[in-house]
């Protein structure tokens, strides 16, 4: 008898560790800064400055991103998305690409024009840092995970519980600046991305090292505006 009950008391914890570790899985809040269902959309204001040959050309657009198909993978899930733009103050949108992210509790990882990109790796932990280009051929690129559970406003709108990753900080006037971070909500997912990168002039037979002279590159930001489920 006392076999039985140690028997049936084993069982019984392991239950409750099961359902424990069901349930952390399930409530991860990491995972809710990168949510995905299918349906779900997020409309933002574009602007950036494309430099080609010197030239800059100067481009603002709203952009759509909405989750229209998911499927099951070996440790989660794939969600199918489309990317849609229209100049401000359209009402048709036009089909630009389609991207993918697969989320589970570990990790959030973003395939961009074919390039995976690890965007998010759980639990989120100030200070954590991750090979963003662990995924793809990409020289390793250190991304950092700051300001965890900080209030971000972007478009007059106050989002109370944000994370910032910053997936570049070089700071280099001469050569190549690269300075990229990307800005996380609560419920909502991406609020804001900042790209800048600029490639200057390096000739010394014209005059322009160390002159900011941009031979190509991109200044980008894209700010959230609305945000919800069709």
């Known amino acids: 008898m006392k076999h039985f009950l140690r028997f049936l008391c084993a069982l019984v914890v392991l239950a409750a560790v099961s359902c424990s570790s069901d349930e952390v899985r399930k409530t991860d809040p990491g995972m809710d800064f990168f949510p995905?269902?299918?349906?779900r959309y997020q409309v933002y204001d574009v602007n950036e400055i494309?430099?080609?040959?010197?030239?800059p050309e100067t481009l603002a657009y709203e952009l759509k991103i909405q989750v229209v198909d998911s499927f099951a993978v070996q440790e989660g899930y794939t969600y199918v998305t489309y990317r849609y733009k229209r100049a401000a103050g359209q009402t048709a949108w036009t089909y630009?690409?389609?991207?993918?992210s697969t989320l589970d509790d570990r990790q959030a990882v973003q395939s961009e024009a074919n390039t995976s990109y690890l965007k998010l790796k759980f639990p989120l932990k100030e200070g954590s840092t991750w090979n963003g280009n662990l995924y793809n051929n990409g020289t390793a690129e250190d991304y950092l995970l700051q300001d965890v559970g900080q209030s971000q406003t972007f478009n007059q709108k106050t989002f109370d519980n944000c994370v910032t990753v910053k997936q570049s900080d070089n700071e280099d006037f001469i050569v190549f600046l690269d300075k990229r971070k990307e800005?996380?909500?609560?419920?909502?997912?991406?609020?804001?991305?900042?790209?800048?990168?600029?490639?200057?002039?390096?000739?010394?037979?014209?005059g322009c090292l160390g002159q900011q002279v941009v031979n190509e590159g991109i200044i980008y930001t894209q700010?959230?505006?609305e945000h919800g489920l069709e």
């Open 36 to 39: 995905l269902q299918k349906g």
């Open 50 to 55: 494309k430099y080609t040959l010197g030239v």
């Open 96 to 100: 630009m690409d389609t991207w993918s």
């Open 183 to 206: 800005v996380y909500a609560k419920n909502v997912g991406l609020v804001y991305k900042e790209t800048t990168q600029l490639h200057y002039c390096t000739d010394t037979n014209e």
């Open 223 to 225: 700010t959230i505006k």
